[in-house]
Nanobody
């Protein structure tokens, strides 16, 4: 079992930055893929970014490419999402996930955090 806890969300003006963290406990994450998803009100949870267990392979949804950067520090059992040039449409609850498959589909993740709210004002 892996327990995931997100942090770093908040209220920011458009054009600002936030750094989300996803801290894992109970088990090392050094051998499993991880990712970030987000869910806006009234919408389904959608893929944002993923990173392989080695950290060498990353993937992003088109709308965040060039603005968001996913990274991980296996020594600290933590994954990050640096979000720059934020837009109002980035407003959502952001969830981190971990699983043996990873990738862009939520089914690739067995474990989820409770989510952290990101609100971008115009």
């Amino acid at each position: 079992q892996v327990q995931l806890v997100e942090s770093g969300g908040g209220l920011v003006q458009a054009g600002g930055s936030l750094r989300l963290s996803c801290a894992a406990s109970r088990r090392t994450i050094s051998d499993i893929d991880m990712g970030w998803f987000r869910q806006a009100p009234g919408e389904e949870r959608k893929f944002v970014a993923s990173i392989s267990w080695t950290g060498r392979s990353t993937s992003y949804t088109d709308s965040v490419k060039g603005r968001f950067l996913i990274s991980r520090d296996n020594g600290k059992n933590t994954m990050y999402l640096q979000m720059n040039s934020l837009k109002p449409e980035d407003t959502a609850v952001y969830y981190c996930g971990a699983g043996p498959v990873g990738g862009i589909g939520s089914r690739g993740y067995n474990y989820w955090g409770q989510g952290t709210q990101v609100t971008v004002s115009s």
